[in-house]
C-alpha cells in the first residue's frame, strides 16, 4: 500500500539527548515536511524539502535538523538545543511543485520528554 | 510571510445544527488553499481550493474561496457527532513549496 509511515508511534527521551524521529514514503513525492502540533494549536511547519540534498527552515526550525538523502525519507532529529521537544510531530508529503494536489500525513510521533 | 488565521477557534453545536468555519489568508501568488479534518491523529484531506475550482462540495460538507477578499469557508449541514474534530485551514503559493497551516477550528458536535 502507498503512503507515509512514521516511526515511532511514541517516544521518550531524557533531556540533554538527541533523537531522531522516522517518515518513509513510497508515493513518489518530490516534496516533504515536519510540522509540530502542541496541544489546542494548528501544525507549525519545523522543514520542509523539495528535492533530494536540499531543504528550507520553516517557522520554527531552531532547535532540530533534517536530511534529505533518499527521495523516500526525510528524518527529523530533535536536538537538545530544543528547549520544549514535547509535542506531537506530524510528517507529510506532497508531488512536486508542476503538479497542484493535497498534502499526505503520516500517523504522527509524539514525544515525551522525561 | 505567509499567513493563515482561523476562526473561531472552537465551537460547540448540537446534533442537526449547521456550522460555518472561517479561514483568512495571505501569501504571496496563491495557488491553492486546502481543508484538512484531525480527528486523532493524522489530518485527512477535505478539499482543495484553486483559481479554476471556487467551490467544492462532498455530501454534507461544501466549501467556498473568495480570492478577492482572501478567505474561505467551510460549511457542514445537518452536523453529527462523527463531525467532532479539529478542522484545519492550509494554503500554498506559486513558486514555493512551503504549507503554511492555520491554528484550527475545534468543533464539538453533542447530542
Known amino acids: 500500500d502507498g503512503g507515509i509511515t512514521q516511526s515511532p508511534k511514541y517516544l521518550f527521551r531524557k533531556e540533554g539527548q538527541n533523537v531522531t524521529l522516522s517518515c518513509e514514503q513510497n508515493l513518489n513525492h518530490d516534496a516533504m515536511y515536519w510540522y509540530r502540533q502542541d496541544p489546542g494549536q494548528g501544525l507549525r511547519l519545523i522543514y520542509y524539502s523539495q528535492i533530494v540534498n536540499d531543504f528550507q527552515k520553516g517557522d520554527i526550525a531552531e532547535g532540530y535538523s533534517v536530511s534529505r538523502e533518499k527521495k523516500e525519507s526525510f528524518p527529523l532529529t530533535v536536538t537538545s538545543a530544543q528547549k520544549n521537544p514535547t509535542a506531537f510531530y506530524l510528517c507529510?508529503?506532497?508531488?512536486?511543485?508542476?503538479?497542484?494536489?493535497?498534502?499526505?500525513f503520516g500517523q504522527g510521533t509524539r514525544l515525551t520528554v522525561v | 510571510e505567509d499567513k493563515v488565521v482561523q476562526s473561531p477557534l472552537s465551537l460547540v453545536v448540537h446534533e442537526g445544527d449547521t456550522v460555518t468555519l472561517n479561514c483568512s489568508y495571505e501569501?504571496?501568488?496563491?495557488?491553492?488553499l486546502l481543508w484538512y479534518k484531525q480527528e486523532k491523529k493524522a489530518p485527512t484531506f477535505l478539499f482543495m481550493l484553486t483559481s479554476s475550482g471556487i467551490e467544492k462540495k462532498s455530501g454534507r460538507l461544501s466549501s467556498i474561496l473568495d480570492k478577492k477578499e482572501l478567505f474561505s469557508i467551510l460549511n457542514i449541514t445537518a452536523t453529527q457527532t462523527g463531525d467532532s474534530a479539529v478542522y484545519l485551514c492550509a494554503v500554498s503559493g506559486a513558486g514555493s513549496y512551503q504549507l503554511t497551516f492555520g491554528k484550527g477550528t475545534k468543533l464539538s458536535v453533542i447530542p
Open positions: 507529510a508529503s506532497r508531488m512536486g511543485q508542476g503538479v497542484n494536489t493535497e498534502a499526505f
Open positions: 501569501v504571496t501568488n496563491f495557488r491553492s
